[in-house]
Nanobody, 127 residues
């Protein structure tokens, strides 16, 4: 089991940057695929990015590709989401999620694939 806590959200102007962190408890953090999702008011939760167990592989939603970068430091039990060139449509609550995905991470874009979730951090981008 892993517990996840997000931080780093806030208010930023369009074109600005933020770095979100997802800190995990437990000694087996490297056994988990970690994903970032977001949910805007009135919308469904959507995939943003995911990173494989060792961090060698990453996936991104088309809407953030080239602007966001996901990375992890397993020694610090932390995953980061660097968000650059932010747009008003990036405004949402951002959640990190984790799952061992023993059968492979082919469906890591799916909300239903993750067993563990953080509480979320608000990101607001003003125009």
């Amino acid at each position: 089991q892993v517990q996840l806590v997000e931080s780093g959200g806030g208010l930023v102007q369009a074109g600005g940057s933020l770095r979100l962190s997802c800190a995990a408890s437990g000694r087996t953090f490297s056994n988990y695929v970690i994903g970032w999702f977001r949910q805007a008011p009135g919308k469904e939760r959507e995939f943003v990015a995911a990173i494989s167990w060792g961090g060698r592989s990453t996936l991104y939603a088309d809407s953030v590709k080239g602007r966001f970068t996901i990375s992890r430091d397993n020694a610090k039990n932390t995953v980061y989401l660097q968000m650059n060139n932010l747009k008003p449509e990036d405004t949402a609550v951002y959640y990190c999620a984790g799952d061992p995905m023993p059968r492979g991470w082919g469906r890591s874009v799916s909300v239903g694939q993750y067993a563990y979730w953080g509480q979320g951090t608000q990101v607001t981008v003003s125009s």
